[in-house]
C-alpha cells in the first residue's frame, strides 16, 4: 500500500487501531507509512512482490530486434512503464542527444501505452520533444507489448527514469532478466539497485546527469554486466512468488501464536 499523506485524525486512527499487520512492497513504503499513518512500527512488515521468475531469464530477441528495424550493432535503452508525466519518458527522450554524440547507434525503446488520465496528451507531447531535438531516427515507441519478456530482451540497458517510483514492477523483471540498469534517485527505485550495487543512480529530472548515468554504463559494460548478474540472484530471492508465499504464510502463523 501506497500512504501519500498524513492520515492521523480520528477515524483513521480508529481504524488501524484495529489493523494487527500491514504489508508493504519496499522500504520506501515502510517508512512513509510508519510516517503517515497511526502505527507503530511493529506493526508494518516488510514484503516484498512476488512473481512467476521463470517467465523472465537472460536473452537476446534477435528476430524481434530486427522486426524493428534494429541493426545487430544498435545499443537499445528501454524504458518500460506507461507513458505519464511522473514516469519520465520526456527527461529519456531529452538525455538521448548527449548520447547519441557519443554512441551515433544508440536507440531509445519507449514501451507502453498513455495511462488514463493522459490519453491523447503525453505521447503526442513526447513525440513532439522528439521531433524537435531531430532524434525521430533514434526513439521508437512501442506502445503495450503482451510477450514482457521478449520486449525487455530487445534492449541492452533498462533505463527507469520516473520522477518518483514507489517500487517498479518493470525493474524486477529487467532485473530477473539480468540488464543492465540505470535509475533516477527516488522513491524506491535506490533501494531496487542495491543503492548502487546493482545500477547506476541519477537525479530526477536532469536528462544531461541520465545521459552521463547511460553513457557511464555502456563504458563499463562488463561491470554493468556483473552488476546485472548480482541483481537477478537478489530478485530470484526476494520476488520468487513460492518465497514470498512462505514468507507471508510465517507471517501469519507469528499473528496466530503458531510456531513453524
Do not use: W
Not at 513526447?126 to 531516427?137: A, F, M, P
Not at 533501494?191 to 552521463?212: R, S, T
Amino acid at each position: 500500500m501506497n500512504v501519500p499523506g498524513t492520515k492521523k485524525d480520528p477515524y483513521h486512527g480508529f481504524i488501524y487501531n484495529r489493523v494487527r499487520l500491514i504489508f508493504v512492497s519496499c522500504a520506501e513504503l515502510r517508512d512513509s507509512a510508519c510516517k503517515f499513518l497511526p502505527v507503530r512500527p511493529e506493526q508494518v512488515s516488510l514484503l516484498h512482490y512476488g512473481m512467476e521468475t521463470d517467465t523472465f531469464f537472460p536473452g537476446r530477441a534477435g528476430e524481434f530486434r530486427q522486426s524493428l528495424g534494429l541493426a545487430p550493432d544498435d545499443v537499445v535503452i528501454g524504458v518500460f512503464s506507461r507513458l505519464d508525466p511522473q514516469k519520465g519518458q520526456i527527461d529519456a527522450v531529452r538525455a538521448m542527444p548527449h548520447v547519441l554524440r557519443q554512441y551515433p547507434k544508440a536507440r531509445l525503446l519507449l514501451v507502453g501505452d498513455e495511462s488514463f488520465d493522459y490519453r491523447g496528451i503525453e505521447k503526442k507531447r513526447v513525440e513532439t520533444e522528439v521531433e524537435k531535438l531531430g532524434i525521430r531516427h533514434a526513439v521508437l515507441f512501442l506502445g503495450y507489448q503482451q510477450d514482457a519478456a521478449r520486449t525487455l530482451h530487445a534492449m541492452d540497458i533498462f533505463l527507469l527514469p520516473s520522477h518518483c517510483e514507489t517500487y517498479s514492477v518493470g525493474m524486477i523483471m529487467a532485473q530477473l532478466c539480468a540488464l543492465p540498469a540505470v535509475g533516477t534517485n527516488t522513491g524506491g527505485t535506490p533501494e531496487q539497485l542495491g543503492f548502487g550495487e546493482y545500477g547506476i543512480l541519477v537525479p530526477p529530472e536532469a536528462p544531461k546527469e541520465m545521459a552521463d548515468g547511460i553513457i557511464k554504463t555502456l563504458e563499463g559494460m562488463d561491470a554493468a554486466k556483473l552488476k546485472a548478474q548480482n541483481a537477478r540472484r537478489n530478485a530470484l530471492d526476494i520476488h520468487s512468488f513460492p518465497k514470498m508465499l512462505k514468507r507471508l504464510e510465517k507471517e501469519y502463523r507469528q499473528l496466530a501464536g503458531q510456531t513453524e
